[in-house]
């Protein structure tokens, strides 16, 4: 066998296993996409009553410190979620991104950065760069918890509460991944604290919370009301963004391994072509080298008589 | 107006438990609480670790839960009890809880940790049936 086709043989070799192992990635994130959507939405049913109430209490109760905007904000925080693990496209490079334009944006308005990074793939970019980062989670992008929501948005409260002199934050930015559909995921920004008060008329009320909020009677009070669930809002917020993330993580992944193993199948057509042709010039070769080798017998015997 | 009231018991990562009720009594910062058909908007917070029961929730009895960390929010006959953590009686691992409550032991007043710890073990127990009330 010549050497060429024996190369030939052992790319397409290569390739078929690995378009094996994307294909197995793809059906792997396909079931996880599932499991990411249903989490996504047994949170549903909190994160519209917590809202609900936060902005029951915020439209009561408007000069809660946690509410109103620092008169001249100098530092804001920005937490930006990554994947753990690569292979998913561009998803962690598009949240970078986002984040890197924020920042940008920020910094232009004279404010200070504080960057918390959740996954590995974040970290190590932020760290490759020699980049700082305030505080870092990592291997909770795939599974989150609530749990881990919740030490995210303690860390972050503790420093939107702290002094600005103290190293305190006046803002915090979360950028995450938003799941739009199986093929669409974008990298968004969001503003959770402080919050942000959007004047609606009547109609777009109903529509969005069936009517206006009910005038509530606080117990004990608006204010220690508020100091509660404000954190807890935040928390929420921030666990809803890790199931988006997560889903739009396993969707992203999915895309990406299903154009490997198309690409992959796609090569090893080429390969086989491309072999079958060095296979075919070999056997052509030889026939000439025998039909050739006839001639010059027969050639040679009839010049003998 | 009907005279059933609309409960629901959701904790941030899923919804416990939903249905109609005739009665819903929780333990608030202000004192327990009855909420009944007909009550005024209200909302007010738990107080740690609180037993939320909702009376004719099910054919025979109640829906009790085990809530720490939350608030309940009443309007139009619709109650939402909200939790950062959330368990069904039914779901209580009894022996957990009684180990849990026995490890903290005897709780300092300045130890706030091992305080909550001990209301949330106390109020699973509750819950379950088992234990003192709370």
Same mark, same amino acid.
């Given at each position: 066998m010549g050497a060429q086709l024996r190369v030939y043989r052992r790319r397409i070799r290569s390739t078929k296993s690995m378009a094996k192992i994307t294909r197995a990635m793809e059906l792997i994130a396909t079931t996880r996409i599932s499991g990411a959507q249903r989490a996504a939405e047994s949170a549903g049913p909190y994160a519209r009553e917590i809202t609900r109430a936060v902005s029951a209490v915020a439209g009561r109760y408007s000069q809660h410190p946690l509410l109103t905007e620092a008169e001249n904000p100098t530092r804001a925080a920005v937490l930006v979620i990554t994947s753990d693990? /690569?292979?998913? /496209? /561009?998803y962690t490079t598009n949240a970078i991104k986002e984040a890197e334009s924020l920042s940008q944006l920020l910094k232009d308005q004279g404010k200070d950065v504080l960057t918390y990074m959740v996954g590995r793939k974040g970290v190590g970019f932020y760290r490759f760069r020699d980049r700082p980062m305030e505080r870092e989670w990592e291997g909770i992008t795939e599974r989150p918890s609530y749990m881990d929501a919740k030490e995210i948005g303690a860390a972050l409260m503790e420093k939107f509460t702290a002094d600005t002199a103290d190293g305190g934050v006046d803002e915090i930015h979360v950028v995450s991944t938003e799941f739009v559909s199986m093929i669409t995921q974008r990298a968004a920004t969001h503003r959770v604290l402080p919050l942000e008060i959007e004047e609606v008329d009547a109609e777009e009320l109903k529509q969005q919370q069936g009517g206006a909020v009910p005038l509530y009677d606080f117990e004990p009070s608006p204010e220690e009301a508020l100091d509660q669930l404000l954190p807890q809002y935040v928390s929420n917020r921030i666990y809803f963004a890790l199931l988006e993330a997560a889903a739009s993580q396993w969707a992203s992944r999915r895309a990406a391994m299903k154009a490997a193993t198309d690409n992959a199948e796609e090569l090893v057509h080429t390969l086989t072509r491309q072999a079958n042709q060095a296979r075919q010039a070999e056997i052509t070769n030889e026939i000439s080298e025998i039909v050739g080798g006839a001639d010059a017998l027969a050639s040679a015997s009839a010049g003998s008589e | 107006m009907s005279n059933k009231l609309f409960v629901e018991l959701v904790s941030p990562e899923r919804e416990l438990w939903a249905g109609e009720g005739d009665m819903v009594i929780v333990k608030t910062v202000e004192g327990d609480l009855g909420v009944q058909p007909g009550h005024i908007p209200v909302l007010s917070l738990l107080a740690p670790g609180a037993v939320v029961r909702v009376m004719g929730g099910r054919e025979n009895g109640e829906v009790r839960a085990a809530v720490h960390g939350g608030f309940i929010s009443v309007a139009d006959n619709r109650v939402s009890v909200l939790a950062e953590i959330a368990e069904l009686a039914e779901e209580i691992d009894v022996s957990r809880a009684q180990t849990a409550l026995d490890n903290v032991g005897t709780v300092t007043a300045d130890d706030a940790e091992a305080t909550a710890r001990a209301a949330r073990a106390r109020s699973r127990l509750a819950a379950a049936g088992t234990g003192e009330p709370v």
């Open positions: 693990k /690569g292979l998913a /496209g /561009g | -």
